[in-house]
């Protein structure tokens, strides 16, 4: 075999290889991306927090994928600031069954009406339900100032 025909047949396997391998990591990164759940918008009071993903189970036809995440710490989360009292509403891109609020405190989940307490402090939230495409959490924090 010449050198020149050694050379295009490397150029063309290693073109091969190339191909291959970018088609795989796209449709990878596409499955990943397109099976979370969609987040929900958080409005206390006046202001818009910024909602994180917590544990989830989700599917998207025959594919389907899990995630557990442990409770976050207040410095997890980008904490917004409120005012004292503040009423929060939860909007799900759907309105889901079994959906629940809680507080987060000490690192437990303690059950919660939506709305954030009188005395200054740092609050986290967890809220979330279930769909007909799987179950998923959402955290977000607060920050009530003197």
Known sequence: MSELRRKGLWIVVIGLMLVGGTLFATSFWKSET?????????????????????????????????????LPEANDLQLVPVEPGAEIAVEFHAEPANASFHRIIDGELVWSEPVVPDEPGVYLFETGGEWPRGDSRYVFGVEVEE
Do not use: M, Y
């Open 34 to 70: 397109s099976i979370k759940p969609p987040l929900p918008t958080v409005r206390v009071g006046s202001v818009t927090a910024e909602v994180k993903q917590s544990t989830f189970c989700w599917s998207n036809g025959g594919e389907a994928v899990c995630e557990d995440h442990g």
